[in-house]
């Protein structure tokens, strides 16, 4: 049987077991004391009271949080499902330990909250164009409200915008209609810039006759080597062999 010495042994053996903790590089701990705030304590070795003191273990390491898909409705009535992703991490373990309950719910539930409020103020087209500005709202807003719990909020990302069909055949509409637009108006951008051209050659030739008998004889000769044996017949108009006519010798 074990003696009064043996039990005092076991009993000194668990309380020194109860009072000494480790507390890794990324770990803080709260340290209650008879239920008041002690202090934080770590990383490394950390004595406790038995029985008169409680510590809390808080992460300091960034958290990956996934906000599940919520239902918004864009400011112009269109319904999505969004879903996101928060990153963040406890700046003051005591305020994440004694401000809020449980700090990974409540970020959580913040987030949800935010994220519906911000699209909220959102157009479709500015939901799925301007992510990244979106993105940086909702980090800011978020950090702002988490600031009180000792968390601070690093990024925040917009992962998934879900459509129902019909938006989805609606957007392939529009989005076709844009390309047949961008076509025509690049069609007649096209067209304006060849007749400015056209009109600019033709009022050099009009003040060089000359050039354009030489732009004549030309195009009778790119006709006559295209390989064929048919014969053409191309009408002359007086008029443009009369300069030639004028300089020629009279007999």
């Known amino acids: 049987m074990v003696g009064f010495s043996g039990v005092i042994v076991i009993?000194?053996?668990?309380?020194?077991?109860?009072?000494?903790?480790?507390?890794p590089e990324y770990q803080r701990g709260v340290v209650l004391t008879l239920g008041r705030y002690t202090g934080t304590k770590g990383p490394g070795l950390v004595l406790l009271v038995p029985i008169v003191?409680?510590?809390?273990?808080?992460?300091?390491r960034v958290t990956v949080m996934d906000v599940p898909p919520q239902d918004v409705i864009s400011r112009d009535n269109v319904s999505v499902r969004v879903n996101a992703v928060v990153y963040f991490h406890v700046v003051?373990?005591?305020?994440?330990?004694?401000?809020?309950?449980?700090?990974?719910?409540?970020?959580?539930?913040?987030?949800?909250?935010r994220l519906r409020s911000v699209l909220g103020q959102h157009e479709l087209d500015e939901i799925l164009a301007q992510r990244d500005s979106i993105n940086h709202t909702l980090q800011t807003i978020l950090d702002e409200a988490t600031d009180p719990w000792g968390i601070k909020v690093t990024n925040v990302e917009i992962k998934d915008v879900d459509l129902n069909e019909t938006m989805i055949r609606a957007i392939a509409r529009q989005a076709e209609a844009e390309r047949e637009r961008r076509a025509k108006v690049i069609h007649a951008e096209g067209e304006m810039q060849a007749?400015?051209?056209?009109?600019?050659?033709?009022?050099?030739?009009?003040?060089?006759p000359q050039a354009l008998?030489?732009?004549?004889?030309?195009?009778?000769?790119?006709?006559?080597?295209?390989?064929?044996?048919?014969?053409?017949?191309?009408?002359?108009?007086?008029?443009?062999?009369?300069?030639?006519?004028?300089?020629?010798?009279?007999p």
Do not use: C
């Open 11 to 23: 009993i000194v053996i668990a309380l020194l077991f109860l009072s000494i903790k480790v507390l």
């Open 53 to 60: 003191q409680h510590m809390i273990r808080v992460d300091l």
């Open 92 to 113: 003051d373990p005591d305020k994440s330990v004694l401000q809020v309950e449980n700090f990974l719910q409540a970020t959580s539930q913040l987030a949800q909250t």
């Open 195 to 208: 007749a400015e051209k056209l009109r600019d050659a033709a009022a050099m030739l009009s003040q060089q």
């Open 213 to 250: 008998q030489l732009r004549y004889l030309q195009t009778l000769a790119d006709m006559s080597s295209n390989g064929k044996s048919s014969t053409i017949v191309f009408p002359l108009p007086l008029d443009l062999i009369k300069p030639l006519m004028d300089v020629l010798p009279k």
